[in-house]
């Protein structure tokens, strides 16, 4: 069951947080309910345009697992444009308003509450895609636990089944620092964010919201080739590598990749 804990609990030394659980502490019911107005269904679906569809369609895609479900914004994007589409997260209050928001659009989602280490256990069948969105395998901060996750991905795909997995652009913030000119994407208008500490190891960021409230993500900045060395290491043999949706980038530009893993 959801919980009902109002408050981010980061303790005294919040930049000591580096914890693959500590996801389940972060997305707090007061957080999860502004979640939506942080990532704004309109200007987002404006942002991605159909790069998430075309793709799964060009691979004739129909099974698809949204693994970071979220509020549901994949979910219902990809049941709308016609696939079969299960939904899957670790967090019991997320999904619940995934379910909420899958209803006021007149989908029944169906959701499974998953942690991706584990994904096999809870998730049956094996899927033509998985997605992985939103900067969500940001959220493991040790080694194994990345490549469990891939490789729990890998295995739950057909043989010739894609994984696409976007992740924030890092590398810009550790070897440039943070440029608050940046469009991000998935924001919306109202909400502040930025980072409030960055180290090879932790890249804290403070989301700032119109009524005043603050709430903080601990995330393990992950720098793209590391990941796509990961990707290749658990078996995906083809990776492409989008730069905020396009095919060639200066590697400071974008804002977000877009990994598409092919299993083959
Ligand atoms: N994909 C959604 C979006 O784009 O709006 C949500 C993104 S949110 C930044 C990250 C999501 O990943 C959260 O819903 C969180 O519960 C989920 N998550 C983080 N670590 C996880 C894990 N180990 N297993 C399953 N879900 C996890």
Known sequence: ????????????APTEVRDTEHYQHEYVKSFVDKWDELIDWDSRKASEGDFFIRTLKERGAKRILD??????????QLVEAGFDVVSADGSAEMLAKAFENGRRRGHIL????????????????????????????????????????LAEF?????????????????????????SSTHTYYYCGDN??????????GLARFQYSFPDKSVFHL???????????????EVGFQHIETYGDFKETYREAEPDF?????EKQ
């Open 1 to 12: 069951m959801p919980s009902t804990v109002k408050h981010q609990e980061f303790g005294d």
């Open 67 to 76: 693994a970071a479900t979220g509020t549901g914004f994949h979910s219902v």
């Open 110 to 149: 169906r959701t499974i509450q998953s942690d991706w280490r584990w994904l096999n256990r809870d998730v049956h069948g094996r899927f033509d895609a998985i997605v992985c969105l939103g900067n969500s395998f940001t959220h493991l901060f040790n080694e194994n636990d990345r490549r469990k996750t």
């Open 154 to 178: 890998y295995s739950a795909l057909n043989h010739d089944g894609v994984l696409i997995l976007d992740q924030r652009n890092y590398d810009a913030i550790l070897d440039h620092g943070y």
């Open 191 to 200: 909400v502040e964010v930025k980072p409030e500490h960055v180290d090879e």
């Open 218 to 232: 601990n995330m393990y900045p992950l720098r793209k080739a590391y990941v796509r060395r990961l990707m290749r």
């Open 257 to 261: 990749f877009i990994h598409v893993a």
